[in-house]
């Protein structure tokens, strides 16, 4: 199997947003994860920390001091609008 090029690579990435892992959300309002393996309200450094744990390469996009990004950033798709994997 050959590597993959760096373009290829960032064509695969995986976006994990904190919403997706906050259990104070409903599934309606973009949590995407069980209430059991959820918690209340995730930080950069706990998806960090969880990323880092299970050894998978990543690449933050905020920096660690900064604020929460706006809720329209993170916001589940409006219905009926298509979503990419």
Same mark, same amino acid.
């Given at each position: 199997m050959a590597a &993959? +090029?760096?373009?290829? #690579?960032?064509?695969?990435? &995986?976006? &994990?947003? +904190?919403?997706?892992?906050?259990?104070?959300?409903?599934? +309606?309002?973009?949590?995407? #994860?069980? &209430?059991s393996q959820a918690c209340d309200h995730p930080i950069l450094r706990d998806l960090i920390d969880a990323v880092q744990a299970l050894g998978l390469p990543f690449?933050?996009?905020a920096r660690l001091d900064a604020t929460p990004l706006p809720a329209r950033l993170t916001a589940p798709p409006s219905p009926g609008q298509e979503v990419q994997p």
């Open positions: &993959l +090029s760096t373009s290829e #690579v960032r064509d695969r990435r &995986l976006i &994990l947003h +904190s919403i997706y892992f906050d259990a104070t959300k409903k599934l +309606s309002e973009g949590r995407k #994860v069980p &209430l690449e933050p996009e």
